[in-house]
């Protein structure tokens, strides 16, 4: 089966068919690093760190290009309010973003460009913009887009620029517009500097560039005119990826992407809310990455994130989280007991037990759902097909030790892709087993020996160390929790 894309410009699912044959160019939207990160941003970042997982399973070459958006109205206020520089307030929220990624066991993109450094790039874009009749310059040295010169305006949102614009003028009562613009809906692609910003000089005078620009000349200076796959949350369809795919078009002529890729927003609900409202700095009802870190584990929010198709609606809460987690340690628990089984189940022939001939049906089965527009939530089902049954025939003990092995190997083919278990502690000498299983003959002594509070004792200190003892008609397991 082909990888099948979900093409927000179409509005259909899509064969993939790279630009390059064996190559990927895929560029994500970063942040605006003048806070922390929150769950919402997460999502985005675990959603495309999966989809750059995979596309390498599948043996693509990806160059993945996260940007981060270092120079912003957002960054300057904040920076005054705390008496620094924008751009070192920008350095330290960017640290701050590695710390937290590497928290959500995210793997590094190939680049990550700051638009500070690409400054040159992006008034060379704007001059070509100008050049091909698409942009014009104001007498404050602010310079524009003229939206009213592309015919197809509106093409990636659906949305009509006459209607549009309508609603900018209910929006906006009596506030008063941007004079200098020809047109209430052209938008800055390099603002005039206002006193005390940053600036840097232009054929213009001296400004910053406009949000939408920078992305624009990022792509274009790492990744080339045209890219593979565009990716961001959905609510930057309108009006940040519409306005880059002007700007870029306007340049070069060229589709910017082939295929644009959309993750589904985090919701929140609260005391005094009618509805479930997106997750938003704006908002106030956010929650930080280095928070929720503290509560939950990287694999549990990743559970939780990807236990659901990346174009959804998701809400957060931390009983939705408790409730990934409880699930997550279903499959954790079934990987320590294969992990148990490789050591100490019965002998036999892999080749020969009944749960070693689906092993390749669960890797088709996985297959088939990433290859389904990146269905983790079907995959990871797939994972719980196979814990089951394997689950089962340790029970019975008719899995041998061969095949144990087999299925580890597999799930660790899964999880180089979602990264949802954890890795295993380095294995030790046997000790432990050996010193558990004391514990557990000891613990049948004392039971038959109706010493009944110490048998307890043995079970409740060996769960408060992570161990938990199941008794059954074949005798006593135990497993991690």
């Known amino acids: ?10 509005n259909s699912k899509e064969e ?58 957002k960054i300057i206020r904040r920076a005054a309010e705390r008496g620094m520089e924008p ?129 624009s000349a990022m792509i274009g200076r790492y990744l080339g005119d045209q890219i593979d796959i565009h990716g961001g949350g959905n609510d930057l369809v309108f009006p940040h990826h519409e306005n880059e795919i002007l700007q870029s078009e306007a340049v070069t002529g060229k589709p910017l992407a082939n295929y644009w890729m959309h993750n589904g927003m985090l919701i929140v609900r609260g005391q005094g809310m009618s509805e479930a409202e997106k997750m938003s700095k704006s908002k106030g009802n956010f929650f930080t990455v280095k928070d929720v870190s503290k509560k939950f584990d990287a694999q549990s929010i990743r559970f939780y994130f990807l236990n659901a198709h990346y174009m959804s609606e998701l809400e957060y809460s931390e009983d939705i989280l408790n409730e990934s987690k409880s699930a997550l340690s279903r499959l954790i628990n079934n990987y320590a007991g294969l992990a148990d089984c490789a050591r100490n189940g019965p002998e036999g022939d892999a080749e020969s037990d009944d749960c070693c001939d689906l092993i390749e049906s669960y890797r088709k089965a996985f297959r088939d759902a990433m290859d389904d527009d990146f269905n983790t939530r079907a995959a990871i089902e797939v994972m719980f097909q196979m814990a089951r049954a394997t689950n089962k025939a340790m029970g019975e003990k008719t899995l ?73 008609a074949d005798g006593v397991r135990w497993k991690r929790n």
């Open 400 to 472: 041998s030790r061969k095949a144990a092995e087999r299925h580890l190997k597999l799930i660790g083919e899964f999880n180089g892709i979602l990264n949802i278990i954890p890795e295993p502690k380095e294995a030790d000498d046997g000790t432990v087993d050996s010193l558990i299983s004391i514990l557990i003959d000891l613990r049948g002594e004392m039971r038959r020996n109706k010493m009944y509070q110490y048998a307890d004792m043995i079970r409740d200190r060996l769960k408060e160390a992570g161990i938990q003892l199941e008794d059954s």
């Open 1 to 10: 089966m082909s990888l099948f894309i979900h093409n927000t410009l179409t």
């Open 87 to 215: 751009l070192e307030l920008s350095a330290e929220y960017i640290r701050k973003y590695f710390e937290d990624a590497e928290k959500l066991g995210i793997n590094r993109a190939d680049i990550y460009p700051k638009a500070s450094e690409c400054i040159g790039d992006i008034i060379d874009m704007v001059r070509k913009i100008i050049d091909s009749g698409y942009g014009y310059a104001t007498e404050d040295g602010s310079v524009y887009f003229s939206v009213r010169k592309v015919k197809d305006y509106g093409k990636l949102s659906k949305r009509n620029l006459d209607d549009m614009q309508q609603s900018e003028r209910v929006k906006s009562g009596l506030k008063k517009l941007d004079e200098s613009k020809i047109d209430p809906m052209d938008f800055a692609i390099w603002k005039a500097a206002k006193p005390g910003e940053c600036s840097w000089d232009s054929p213009w005078g001296p400004g910053r560039p406009g949000w939408h620009i920078e992305c």
């Open 16 to 73: 993939f068919v790279s630009i390059e044959p064996g190559k990927v160019r895929m560029y994500v939207c970063g942040v605006t690093v003048y806070d922390d990160i929150h769950m919402g941003h997460a999502r985005s970042m675990i959603v495309f760190d999966t989809v750059a997982r995979y596309l390498r399973y599948l043996g693509y070459q990806v160059t993945h290009v996260t940007n981060f958006t270092d120079v912003d109205d």
